[in-house]
């Protein structure tokens, strides 16, 4: 079943989710404050929409609390990660995804309320190490 996902920050790691989310059909809106990341992502997803996301009024015109999933990708700008984690919290949105920079940050997230925290270098080198030392695995 297809679900509703958004996808905040549009850096490597955002965009890549973002784009292989809408390659399994789901329905995607990517959403970041730099109009350029926006124009490289169009083609990728259903929507690619230009906001602030640390300004609650432009989230909630988005329709935001609706989605099923929100990613929050944002890497450099911890304020503005933990800013956006905590407006999606209180408006109500059930499963709420962010990368962390470090492990206060994680901290911080998990307190205010965030489902899942990701370290995506730490998480794939794992994966990677788990994967050189079990032969004959097939693993995306
Ligand atoms: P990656 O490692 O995934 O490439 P990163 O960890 O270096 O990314 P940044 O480049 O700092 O992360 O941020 C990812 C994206 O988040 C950027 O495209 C940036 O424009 C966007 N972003 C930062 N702050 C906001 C915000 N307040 N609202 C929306 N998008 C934002």
Redesign the pocket.
Known sequence: MSKQFAV???????SSIAKALYDLDHEVMA????EE?IQENLNNVTHAVQ????DEVALKSLGIRNFDVVVV?????IQ?SIL?TLILKEMGVETIVV?AQNQLHAKVLYKIGASKVVFPERDMGIRVAHLLVTPNILDY
Do not use: E, W, Y
Not at 31 to 34: M, T
Not at 73 to 77: E, K, L
């Open positions: 905040i920050g549009l850096g490597r790691f955002g959403i970041d404050v730099d990341k906001a602030d996301s640390t990708a944002i890497g450099q700008d503005a956006t990368k």
